[in-house]
């Protein structure tokens, strides 16, 4: 049972929650979500994709860089028995140096060129020409696809779906970023309204102290009786229970908003706490619905990634197309020959052309029946049809989502103005009940009926102020106008230029910066 022990208890709640509010950082939306942008560990690990699909491109331009070699050879070889009668050493031995230069490079028609040059050097202590004898070439050689692997179309084919990929890339992390600016709006605000409806508990503590006062002193008076004032002592034990369970609500918002602004990792002790804006008075009219469905269409990010998806698999269904074709190449060469017996000499007569070799040829390489590759063929059209389909499911699904907040966020305002109604009611009954009270003519359970009422209605219209907000913002996430809504700006183009960079940050900057 309550009693007057009651009023020290109630005092030092109020006193802690005065500490606490001394305590408390101001921290404001916009420098929340620039936290939040800055340290989220969520969306640093989703900006490592883009660098890897960036650093792809790279890999990609990296197949038509020339490509240097060089070898070196030493052999000596002896015979057990001459092999012939010229031969004029019992045991014939023979030396041989070689060492080969040059440069290969595949274009962007799938040729393939090496220019290269070589120098031989023989010993032998039998009978030659030339002793020791150098020769030396100079030559060039290609290999040029006829079918499959020919030309531009096929060979820059992987360079453009990489890139391709980098812009998908970049659109899944806009996503991302938008999620994360999204969640950590809607923190803010559950934060403030934890805020709010802790207040709104408090008062009504309040009031119910007042009330218990008063009813004592009118049973002193002998005007109420002893259950009136045992009824006042249990509403101060039902709002001292819900002012502890709103202080856990801040606690939990507040950790919230710190995950999702990524200031702690929650494995030590925290201090403090924050001091966030009030909910707003007012909110914004809602744009017409078809504006909004347009809008969603046409800013849909997750529906511009799937095109990029799309395009993707149009690629490899090209390249899939190409590996039913036969292998037809062209190979051609041609050597300039020198050789004398110093190695100079051989050099130069190379570089003259006193000797030549020259080759022309046709290759054929021809799969018995193509069965790999027109069942990799036939995948990847179905494939495509896959991607086109969830393209248009991605899109009828985001204008429906569309139409739905909209619904949400409209019928909200609309709630907003009925339970603000209703609370101006319930203000002006408890009013008049609380003068009857006083005047002997209700007893204390109608006047704590009215308060009862009054405090549902607060908590309505709280709740209907914090539920349309949340309506929307998501429904500002959804129709693509979250980064204007937050003054953000999203630097596409400079994301890009970035295609040779180790490390990739989300281009992101305030309004107030440009």
Known sequence: ???????????????????????????????AIQSALENNLGLRISSLEPANALDAIEIEEAQFDPSLFGNAALSERQSAATSSALDDAVTPQSKNRRA????????????????????NRSESNNNAARNPDYSSDVGLSLRQPLLRGAWTGVNLAPLARAKVNAQRSLFELRSD???????????????????????????????????????????????????????????????QEAIIQAERAIEDAEDALRRTMGVVDFSGPITGSFDVDGLPEQLT????????????????????????????QRINRMLAEDATRPELDLTAGVDYLGRDTRGVRAQRGALRADGYDWN??????????????????????????????????????????????????????????????ALA????????????????????????????????????????????????????????SLFERNGLKWETDDAFAQSS???FRAPITSNEDN
């Open 177 to 239: 970023v938008l999620d994360l600016v999204l969640g950590t709006e809607i923190a803010y605000w559950n934060l403030a309204f934890a805020r709010a409806d802790r207040e709104l508990i408090a008062s009504s503590l309040e009031l119910a102290t007042n009330l218990l006062e008063e009813n004592r002193e009118r049973e002193r008076l002998g005007l109420v009786t002893t259950l009136e004032v045992l009824q006042a002592e249990a509403e101060i034990l039902s709002q």
């Open 285 to 312: 009219a809602l744009r017409p619905m078809d504006a909004v469905v347009l809008d969603t269409l046409k800013n849909d990010d997750a529906a511009k990634a799937q095109e990029r998806r799309l395009e993707v």
């Open 100 to 119: 080969r230069a040059g440069v290969e490079m595949r274009l962007a028609t799938g040729a393939s060129v090496t220019v290269g040059s070589s120098i």
């Open 360 to 421: 022309v040829g046709l290759e054929v390489r021809l799969p018995w029946g193509f069965r790999e590759a027109k069942a990799r063929e036939r995948q990847a059209v179905r494939s495509v049809e896959e991607s086109e389909l969830q393209l248009a499911d991605i899109k009828q699904e985001k204008a429906l989502a569309a139409r739905n907040a909209w619904r949400s966020a409209n019928a909200g305002l609309k709630r907003i103005e009925v339970a603000r109604a």
């Open 1 to 31: 049972m309550a009693s007057r022990s009651h009023i020290p208890l109630i005092c030092a709640l109020f006193g802690a929650v005065s500490m606490l509010a001394a305590e408390s950082q101001r921290l404001s939306l916009d420098a």
């Open 501 to 503: 960079s180790r490390e």
């Open 425 to 480: 009611l319930n203000e002006k009954t408890f009013e008049q009940e609380r003068a009857r009270f006083g005047s002997g003519v209700v007893p204390y359970r109608n006047l704590l009926e009215a308060q009862r009422d009054l405090d549902r209605a607060k908590s309505n219209y709280l709740s209907s102020v914090i539920e349309t907000l949340r309506a929307a913002v998501r429904l500002s996430r959804i129709d693509g």
